[in-house]
Every structure is written in C-alpha cells, then in structure tokens.
C-alpha cells in the first residue's frame, strides 16, 4: 500500500488525471509474475474488492485508476485480465466514476475481439485508449485494424478522452507519429 500511496503523491505533484493499473504484476519478459494461487472468481473478486477500496483514494487525489486488460496471445502470457468483457465487468461492479477501462486496441484485437462493437457498447466505460496495428505492434495504419473508422466513430460519439499511441514505429519515427496523428485528429 506504501508504493500505491506513492503513486497517488506523485500523480499529484504531476498534475497527472490518470493512473493505469494491471491486474497481475509482470516479469521482466512481460508475462505475469507469480502470485498467490487464486481461482478466476477469487481474482475477480480480489481485482474489484481491490478497486473499490482504491477508488475512493483515487477520489482524493483527483485522479481516474484506468484497468487495462492485457494480450496473453503474445506479449503478457497469463495475465489474468485478457478480455475487455470481462474489464467492463469489473468496472461496473466496482462502479466508481473514479474507475474506467483503458481499452488497448491492439491487445484486444490480438485476443479476437470485435474491437469496434465493444468500443460502441461500451464507451462510456473507457477513459483512455492505446493504439498500435495489429501486425507488429506498429502505428494505425500499418495493419489490419481500420483505424480510421475508429477515429470516426470517436469522434462522431465525441469522445473526449485521451488516445495514447502505444506503438513500436514502422520506418522513422516523425513519419509514423505523423501518419498517426493525420488519422485520429
């Protein structure tokens, strides 16, 4: 509780809103580390209770916690949080205006999911979004993720959130921020 206190002081000293969160502490390799042997409900169960009691400091410091659901595919094997269903099931029973789902587009559509009909479903639960193609992990517009009718339809929602591009960039790197920059704004 000491490092999450430190967490929540610097944030502030920062002027940071938002602080990501895991469900699982990685290793170096970025898979998860071990932890105590818990069963998929108890986890469940471990991450909201765990939530909840953290919303309210998250409250004090002025901050939104942002739980970001994970690829097991490729980069984070077991990683208990790998599917935004089940994110969006924790922040509704966590039900905190405090809490949101930070939606990897490229982790999700690594783990098959129909990332436009959950977004649609569900955006009033994400407060954040990360953006890479899916091959590679490089910027929108690389891959087979239609980026642009996702920027459409955020912005069509108007969607006022922030859009962090979390990717390894394709050729030099001021063309790839640019190229994703042109598509989301």
């Known amino acids: 509780m000491a490092e999450l206190e430190q967490v929540f002081e610097v944030a502030q000293q920062l002027s940071c809103r938002h602080i990501m969160m895991l469900s699982d502490v990685l290793a170096a390799d970025g898979s998860a580390a071990m932890s105590l042997p818990?069963?998929?409900?108890?986890?469940?169960?471990?991450?909201?209770?765990?939530?909840?009691?953290?919303?309210?400091?998250?409250?004090?410091?002025?901050?939104?916690?942002?739980?970001?659901?994970?690829?097991?595919?490729?980069?984070?094997?077991?990683?208990?949080?790998?599917?935004?269903?089940?994110?969006?099931e924790i922040i509704r029973q966590v039900h905190s205006p405090r809490v949101k789902l930070l939606y990897d587009i490229y982790h999700m559509s690594m783990m098959g999911e129909d990332v436009m009909a959950e977004i649609e479903s569900n955006l009033d639960l994400i407060g954040y979004f990360h953006v890479a193609d899916v091959p590679g992990r490089h910027q929108p517009g690389t891959g087979k993720i239609d980026y642009r009718a996702i920027a459409d339809w955020l912005k069509r929602a108007r969607f006022r959130g922030f859009i962090g591009m979390e990717f390894f960039p394709h050729g030099p790197a001021e063309i790839a921020a640019r190229a994703a920059k042109e598509i989301f704004l």
Do not use: I, Q
């Not at 901050?63 to 077991?78: A, I, K």
């Not at 990683?79 to 969006?88: A, E, I, K, V, Y």
């Open 38 to 88: 818990l069963s998929k409900e108890e986890k469940f169960e471990s991450v909201v209770e765990g939530l909840r009691a953290l919303a309210h400091r998250a409250a004090d410091a002025g901050v939104v916690l942002l739980l970001e659901p994970l690829n097991t595919m490729l980069d984070h094997r077991g990683c208990f949080l790998n599917s935004s269903r089940m994110g969006f």
